[in-house]
């Protein structure tokens, strides 16, 4: 397959993806959803967390095993079909339960458990997409292709997010989560098929991979102390992490404001046009100012949300006031969120050795995987404190994200 085929093929697969995760996103549908269906700060707490750490956890043992096999994509089918049948299961089990009378709790038990499923299903396609698509397209293209990604599903997202309005305004709940997250599989499922049937391209050279676990594991220690760029970039995924302490708030502070979970589509959909408004702007900046330029300044911009809601709960406004800053904090949500995966994706995939580049992704993967317990720290903390404090902790964390970025060097790009 041409490199052009590649390019068009991977953004395709990327975009049908980026639409079917919004019409399950953590902070927004799945948050909304596991708040009715419990009525826990912890359970909500515990949404982004599982996702989170659902994903960064198998990566290392994957990066092992995809340098050993010397190939990506099997992982990549095991992954991306599995996480499709998790997502289409929790929605059965929602219809079923809905249509049975089945007692809200156990739903979200329910839920939850397949959730949980779902993220560790999603956490194996992350190493071979990173080795695959880093191999496929030169760096200076890299920004551009997942900007283009999530445009596409941006546009495919806004589409499901009008349906989305629809079925929680229309279907009893949660018949209308059922039907929402139905969407997110059939997209998820043309996501999986279109970036398969592209094949895996060939390797420049053989990859390095270590003769066992426990080699690999102290080359991972050795990779963290002896190469600074590396070990400061775990440390603002770190600092990262505890920005996304109040994700699953956000939404919750907004019902809490007057907005009201009704309107989550809403939401939802501003989120969405955030991220579409902004990908232009971000797959510019990362091919032709550099992945790290990008990641200081998206870094610095994570700290306005937190602050905006910190100010909201403090000087109450009327819910006609107060929904169209709501309105533009997740607009700035969405923006942001995008800008920061193309910025880490890319960033990671210029600091990673070709010859090495599974290895690397399983290594920065676990290590800062533990950085997202953060958000079920959060519902804790809520649950004993309030709201607020989560802001608090957002915005600390992303004034200390800014801080490591700064201190990292420009890398050397890699190209294969």
């Not at 039907?179 to 053989?206: C, D, K, N």
């Not at 809601?309 to 169209?324: D, F, I, K, N, S």
């Not at 949500?333 to 193309?342: D, E, P, Q």
Request: proline share 7%; aromatic share 10%; hydrophobic share 60%.
């Amino acid at each position: 397959m041409t490199p052009g085929r590649r390019f068009w093929h991977i953004a395709g697969a990327g975009a049908a993806f980026q639409a079917g995760s919004a019409a399950v996103d953590s902070a927004t549908v799945m948050s909304a959803l596991v708040h009715q269906l419990t009525a826990s700060p912890v359970a909500v707490g515990a949404v982004p967390t599982i996702l989170r750490l659902g994903w960064l956890l198998p990566q290392l043992a994957v990066g092992y095993l995809a340098g050993r096999a010397g190939s990506s994509m099997p992982f990549y089918i095991l992954g991306a079909f599995g996480r499709t049948a998790a997502i289409a299961l929790i929605a059965a089990v929602l219809g079923a339960g809905a249509l049975a009378g089945w007692p809200l709790p156990a739903l979200g038990a329910a839920t939850l458990a397949l959730w949980t499923v779902y993220a560790f299903l999603s956490g194996i396609v992350g190493v071979p997409y990173n080795d695959i698509v880093a191999r496929s397209i030169p760096s200076a293209q890299r920004s551009r292709l997942l900007a283009i990604r999530f445009f596409g599903g941006g546009i495919v997202a806004l589409l499901a997010a009008g349906i989305a309005d629809r079925l929680v305004r229309t279907l009893h709940f949660p018949l209308s989560y059922a039907a929402i997250l139905a969407i997110a599989a059939v997209l998820m499922l043309s996501s999986s098929v279109i970036f398969t049937a592209m094949g895996e391209p060939g390797r420049s050279g053989p990859p390095r991979a270590a003769g066992s676990f426990a080699e690999y594991l102290r080359e991972g220690l050795e990779t963290f102390r002896s190469d600074p760029v590396f070990r400061r970039f775990v440390f603002a995924q770190w600092c990262g992490g505890a920005v996304l302490t109040a994700a699953p708030f956000f939404i919750v502070a907004a019902g809490a404001l007057g907005a009201g979970l009704e309107n989550v589509a809403l939401l939802l959909g501003a989120q969405t046009a955030g991220a579409l408004a902004a990908n232009p702007l971000w797959g510019w900046w990362g091919d032709r100012r550099g992945k790290l330029s990008l990641m200081r300044a998206i870094a610095a911009m994570r700290a306005v949300p937190p602050l905006v809601l910190l100010g909201l709960l403090a000087v109450p406004l009327p819910p006609a006031t107060a929904m169209p800053i709501l309105l533009a904090v997740f607009f700035s949500l969405g923006a942001l969120a995008n800008g920061v995966t193309i910025a880490v994706i890319g960033l990671l995939m210029e600091i990673s050795p070709a010859d090495r580049r599974p290895a690397y992704s399983g290594y920065f993967n676990a290590l800062t995987a533990p950085a997202f317990l953060f958000p079920l720290a959060g519902g804790l903390a809520v649950s004993a404190l309030g709201i607020w404090v989560v802001f608090a902790v957002s915005l600390a964390a992303a004034i200390a994200q800014a801080a490591f970025v700064i201190r990292i060097a420009p890398p050397e790009a890699t190209t294969s």
